[in-house]
């Protein structure tokens, strides 16, 4: 039984279409569960009313897109999935696409734990935007293969990966005994990374399945309308990441020198912001800097812009 897990924030303009295509798939899913993240958009009860045989979980506030996947995954379970697919709102499947996942998990071997689709930019289908991931532990980075390349069939080969964004992953349910459940401290940005990092570190192998493809409105959640990432977004990636950094990084060497590299490629970044009169970014980045370095702060916290979160 496959449970689709869809996180939205103010996604009502959204879902119609990535429920369309989960709804459509040539395997359909037994349940498909949105979890609704304190949206003020409508979008609860446009889903109740235009699809009622979605599941619906309405929070009531925003938990970060790590607990609302949890949420998600913890009623899924409830229902008897043995594949989880945690899927963004903002993305929309091929035909086949949870057809093909399921037949990688299905044929391969009981270690293979969780299956990527190649993920596609929606405005412009001929570039990628992940061919699934590899880790760079001197910078403490999980990194997306191919993005921004055109899609020349260069990534058309299965492969194992490191790494996979939760903008569209199939786990296997028993793979969540082992690895255990999204890290809500993260809030979101790097919750996804510290999940393959320990699916990774406990044996369970991941794949890259290139045949099943999906359509990605890219961070449209997080982004201001320009094509930088929000300030929200830098100051979650950039506080995020030594917390990741430190629970994951496979020596002590690898984690001095990452977090080392970290602190000061985001001093540059925040004297490039000044320099250039950009001082709300230069002080975002200070800040977020202290909040991850000296105060270890998790859960939602951002200074100086409101808090928010969708299925990013």
């Avoid at 969780?114 to 289908?125: F, V």
């Avoid at 999940?195 to 359509?215: H, K």
């Avoid at 990605?216 to 982004?223: E, K, L, M, N, T």
Wanted: aromatic share 8%; proline share 4%; charged share 20%.
């Amino acid at each position: 039984m496959i449970a689709v897990v869809i996180v939205n924030w103010n996604g009502k303009s959204l879902l119609d279409i990535c429920l369309a295509s989960v709804s459509s798939q040539t395997m359909a899913p037994a349940q498909i569960i949105v979890v609704d993240n304190g949206s003020t958009d409508g979008s609860p009860a446009h889903v109740q009313t235009a699809w009622p045989g979605v599941h619906l979980v309405a929070l009531g506030q925003n938990v970060g897109v790590a607990a609302g996947n949890n949420v998600g995954l913890e009623t899924a379970l409830a229902m008897g999935a043995t594949k989880v697919l945690f899927l963004n709102s903002d993305a929309e499947l091929e035909s086949d696409a949870l057809a093909v996942l399921a037949g990688e998990l299905d044929r391969g071997s009981p270690q293979v734990w969780a299956a990527a689709p190649k993920i596609l930019y929606r405005r412009d289908p001929t570039r990628i935007w992940s061919a699934g991931g590899q880790f760079n532990w001197w910078r403490g980075l999980s990194r997306d293969r191919g993005t921004g390349e055109l899609d020349m069939g260069q990534y058309d080969a299965p492969a194992d990966i490191d790494y996979a964004n939760t903008c569209c992953l199939l786990v296997r349910s028993e793979a969540f005994q082992r690895v255990g459940r999204m890290d809500e401290a993260y809030f979101m940005y790097f919750d996804d990374s510290d999940f393959s990092a320990r699916l990774r570190r406990l044996g369970g192998r991941m794949r890259y399945v290139p045949t099943a493809r999906v359509l990605h409105d890219v961070q449209r959640s997080s982004q201001d309308g320009s094509a930088r990432p929000s300030l929200f977004a830098l100051y979650y990636t950039t506080r995020n990441r030594p917390r990741f950094i430190r629970r994951n990084g496979p020596t002590a060497v690898h984690r001095l020198g990452a977090l080392l590299f970290t602190f000061g490629s985001r001093l540059v970044r925040a004297a490039q912001a000044g320099l250039a009169g950009e001082f709300a970014e230069a002080r975002l980045v200070l800040g977020a800097l202290c909040d991850g370095y000296l105060r270890h702060q998790t859960g939602p916290t951002v200074r100086g812009i409101p808090t928010r979160s969708g299925g990013i």
